[in-house]
């Protein structure tokens, strides 16, 4: 049996696709490594810790001496960890300087050395910067515009680099924003599904009139399998939804769907450097037979409810986690 290693696993995306990957790849066997941050959370594990082909590393992919250990016997490396927020990364970029730049390149160099068969490197379409109009395809040049974006253009030239240099076998994916079950409360959606389930305001930057195009996880995870699967190494595959909305047509659709007022919404200081709107051209992926399945107008209701069935899932995140309230209450302070 092949052994793939997925780092960052713990998290949103990752713990979705570790899951996806035990039930539809029999082929693999499955390990996560995470360094458990405070968007890290092992609960979202739970229901694959016991199943044999599963194991969990605590690690930090920023330790040369933990990855280089992890990564040997394996054959196919995913790696999701990074950190992921925007915000945080203009309130203070040094952890995504040395996780997501740094963090790469220690991942890479040690599959390097350990002869892996693929690597997966999950890079963003933030790396692409804004778009008027149109859509970017994967030979577009990379205009990353926030902290955040510019790290994971980092990590996703060097994982080209290790590439064109040292012929590692990688495949780079570029996800649009995704939505779902079990990510941190500081994202859009779940940040603004649980402030209107608490009546709190939802805090909208500038004018809501930002365009983002949804991806539903499920939707990115087999984009990823299919890149993972039959992608070609040295290339990079869009992973978008097909799927643009205003930040304020989301609010709406979050305040209607649980039966708020749209009184709770609060216009707020825009962040800095603010992207006006992102599109993907998903030919490429398309072309080895993947498309995004999820319908918006019936999937994102089902995220809500999910998040409103599941409190005991995000109330201790907001109301305990120092990680949580102290960034949160300093960001929102300067915007109000
Ligand atoms: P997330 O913040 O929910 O999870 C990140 C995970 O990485 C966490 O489990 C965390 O503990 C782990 N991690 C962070 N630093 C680490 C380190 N130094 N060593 C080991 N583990 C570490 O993120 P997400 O939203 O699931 O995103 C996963 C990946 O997908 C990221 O690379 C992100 O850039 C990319 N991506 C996300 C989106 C999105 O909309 N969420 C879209 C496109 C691409
Ligand atoms: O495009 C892919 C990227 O999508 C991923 O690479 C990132 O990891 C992920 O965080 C996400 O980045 P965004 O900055 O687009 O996502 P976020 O959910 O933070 O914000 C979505 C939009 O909503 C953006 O235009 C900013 C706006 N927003 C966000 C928050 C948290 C608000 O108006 N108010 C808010 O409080």
New binding site residues.
Partial sequence: MKKMLI??????????FARYALRHLPQFQITV?????????RA?LSDLEGDPRFKFIH?????KAAVSEAVQGTHYVV???????VDRSIHNPD?FV???VY?TYVMLEACLKAKIERFVH?????VYGTIEQGAFTETDPLHPNSP?ASS?AG?DLMARAYFQTYGLPVVI???????GS???PE?LIPLFVTNALEDKLLPVYGDGHQVRDW?H?MD?VTGIATALLKGEPGQAYN?GGDNERLNIEITKMILKTLGKPESLIRYVTDRPGHDRRYALDTSKLRALGWQPKMDFETALPEVIRWYAQNQDWWQPIKTQHEAYTAFSKAWYEERA
């Fill in positions: 780092t960052g696993g713990a998290g949103f995306i990752g713990s979705h490594f995470d360094a458990l941050t405070y968007a890290g959370n979202n690690g930090d992919v920023r330790d790696h999701f960890a990074a950190e992921s927020h952890a040395t996780t997501d963090g999950i890079s963003t379409d933030e955040y994971k990590a994916t570029r996800g649009s924003n995704t939505y079990h990510q941190y994202k991806l996880v990115h992973v």
